[in-house]
Structure formats: C-alpha cells, structure tokens
C-alpha cells in the first residue's frame, strides 16, 4: 500500500516540532543546572538588568560561557534580553523557579531526577530485557538527591499548612504529642518538617537506603529537631512497632514490592484510632484521564525507577507511579483498613486519609 498518499505532511512537522521542543527542553535542562550550580541565576536575582560582563563577575565565571549561557536562557524565555543595553534581566516571576531555593516553585533539582535516568540508561535497557528490578539506592546517587531536593520545597508549602489539618483529628493529637512513623522517608524532609511543627510528638523515619537515611540524620541535625527524630535503616514490612499515632508514606507505597504487606504492617503498629496519611502521585483511575504533561512525567519515571525498584522486591503488586484512588484503596481494604477518603489534591500529588 502506498502510503504516501495517507500521510499528512502537516501533521507530521507539527509532531516533529514537538519532539524537538522535548529535545531543546533537555538542552535547557543542562543550561538550568549550570545556572543553579555555577550562581548565575543568583547573581541575577534581584539585580535588574546586566551585562554578561556584569552577571559573568558577580557569579566568578568566564565572560564568554556565560555569554552563550544567558543567550540560551533569553532565547527560551528564561530571561529577559534588552537589545538597546545589551543586558539580560531575571524577572521577579521567573526567580522564584530558578533562584529562589526556598520558593515551592523552586525547580532545578528537578533536573537531576533525568540526569539520573540518563546515566542508569543501561541498567534500563537490561530490565526492560530481562524483567529484572532495578533498586531504588542502585540508581546514579542523583536521583535521590534529586527527587529529595525537588520536593522538599512542594511538602513545605502543602503538608503541615494543608495535608495534616485535611486529616481529621490528626492536628490536635500532634499538638498533643504522638509518635509518628515516616515509611521511605528518603532524605528526611517531612520528618524533620513535621518535627519542627509539632514538638511534642516523636517522629521515626525509616528507609531501606542507607545513604538516605545517614542524609535524613544530617537534615534533622542541622534544623535543630535530632531530640525529636530518629532514623533507621528498615523495610516497610519491619516497621518497628511504636504504637503510632500517624503511619505516613510519602510518594513511596507505590515503589514497594508489596504494598499490601507493607499497609498490613502500618495496621499493626497503629495506637488506638491512629491514621495513616497516604501521600502519593496525583492520579486517575483510568490511563485515559491520565495523558497529560503530569501522566507523560510520571509515568516515564515509573517505568525505569518506580516499577523497577518495586520488581527489585519481588514485585508481588508493581503498582507504578499512576496507580489512582481505586487501586490504592484496594491495596488498604486488602490489609484490612475499612476508611478511605481523599482530602487533598494538587497537580503532582493526593492525598488519603486511611484508618482502620
Ligand atoms: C520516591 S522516594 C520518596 C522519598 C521521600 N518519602 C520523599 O517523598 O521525598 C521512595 C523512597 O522509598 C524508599 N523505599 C523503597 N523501598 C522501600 C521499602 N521496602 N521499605 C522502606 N523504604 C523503601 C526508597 O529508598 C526511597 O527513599
């Protein structure tokens, strides 16, 4: 069949366009990281407009790199380009993005999370092959330090102003004192959040990555909250039994091998009317709902780091990044939980509330 006469010559530039802007999107990501690593988004934030000279000084870099660094970022719309002063202006808006380190919109790090998949490309290729699991800590070290750094920022904006008082009751007993259990706390930056907010209660974060949980010991140190934390190399299944009253599993059930295992432990070590806060990608049921930016992220990560490390553990229930309410409801009826209840949604996340 000849099918030259079926193709749409314009369809066919109009999704070659798209896949280069993918392509000049991961140029960029490289030109983002620079920015962040090297200052220069720093030396800009807040200075109004200046000259490469002037940016090149205040950040201790070579004029020519940077040069073609800010016409990058000015041709992407990262930057403003003044052509009557030759200057380049980092507007208010954008700051927030890319200079900002305490913004929740805070994004460079974000970076790492492909620089990482792009080194363990390898290990991607001989999984897909053999259907073997790729672990979580056996993936380039920037991708826990990646996803880490990239969320700290959202959990700061949403979980003690939003998630936790979403949660009924929760708020008072925290205020009053509880123990809480952090299960795949990665580098430690809900525990230590929560930590700082509620000082009566207790906070135990547990992972199966070593080198997490030593970064999550540094985190709490360093804010100040070590009396009230403590961190430990476990599984989920082994969650030492603390009579908690809070069990939460931020953007982690999805990634274990058996999540129904691990829900049927968190049921265990429950004090009395405890709750489990369910913290995980924001999805849809049904892959049609899910095919957009958010999905196409998600589930490229799920697919070479989410699926990978939950087949890593067996993978008697590989759940993926998109699982959606029903199936996470499902994995929580199976472990014996009755209550299930949506209480907070954003663009990358949602939230459950889950008791016995
Ligand atoms: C996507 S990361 C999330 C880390 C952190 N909670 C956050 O939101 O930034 C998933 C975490 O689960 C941990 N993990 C994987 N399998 C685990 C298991 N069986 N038990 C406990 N933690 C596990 C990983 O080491 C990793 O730190």
Redesign the pocket.
């Known amino acids: 069949m000849d099918t030259s006469t079926l193709i749409d010559p314009d369809k066919v530039e109009a999704f070659a366009m798209r896949t280069i802007a993918d392509v000049t999107a991961a140029y960029t990501g490289v030109m983002v990281s620079l920015g962040h690593k090297l200052g220069l988004y720093r030396a800009l934030h807040g200075a109004g407009p200046l000259s490469a000279r002037e940016v090149a000084g205040r950040a201790g870099c070579a004029e020519r790199y940077v040069r073609e660094w800010l016409n990058s970022q000015a041709a992407g719309g990262y930057l403003g380009y003044h052509a009557a002063s030759d200057t380049y202006e980092l507007s208010p808006e954008h700051a927030l993005v890319l200079a900002d380190e305490e913004s929740a919109a805070f994004i460079p790090p974000a970076w790492n999370v492909p620089a990482a998949m792009w080194a363990d490309e390898p290990k991607a290729l001989e999984a897909f092959r053999t259907g073997r699991g790729v672990a979580?800590?056996d993936h380039d070290a920037r991708l826990?330090c990646g996803?880490?750094a990239f969320?700290?920022n959202g959990?700061r904006a949403s979980l003690v102003p939003q998630w936790l008082p979403a949660l009924d009751g929760v708020m008072a007993r925290l205020e009053a004192g509880i123990s809480v259990a952090?299960?795949?706390?990665?580098?430690g930056?809900?525990t230590v959040m929560m930590a700082e907010a509620f000082p009566n209660s207790r906070f135990h974060g547990?992972?199966?990555?070593a080198a997490?949980v030593e970064a999550a010991g540094r985190n709490a140190s360093a804010a100040g909250v070590a009396g009230r934390t403590s961190f430990s190399v476990?599984?989920?299944?082994d969650l030492p039994d603390q009579g908690y009253g809070l069990v939460c599993?931020?953007?982690?059930l999805h990634?274990?091998?058996d999540p129904v295992a691990?829900a049927r432990r968190a049921a265990e070590v429950l004090a009395p009317g405890g709750t489990v806060m369910l913290?995980e990608p924001f999805a849809h049921d049904h892959l049609e709902d899910n095919l957009s930016p958010v999905g196409q992220l998600y589930y490229a990560g799920s697919a070479v780091?989410?699926c990978a490390?939950a087949i890593s553990?067996g993978g008697r229930m590989v759940l993926g990044a998109q699982a959606g309410p029903k199936r996470l409801a499902e994995v929580f009826r199976k472990a014996g939980f009755s209550h299930f209840r949506s209480v907070a949604t954003s663009p990358f996340n949602q939230v459950f509330e889950v008791r016995r």
């Open positions: 979580w800590g826990a996803v880490a969320y700290r959990y952090d299960v795949g706390c990665g580098h930056h809900t547990i992972d199966t990555h997490s476990a599984r989920a299944v599993f931020f953007d982690t990634d274990l091998g691990a913290v780091m989410c490390h553990e």
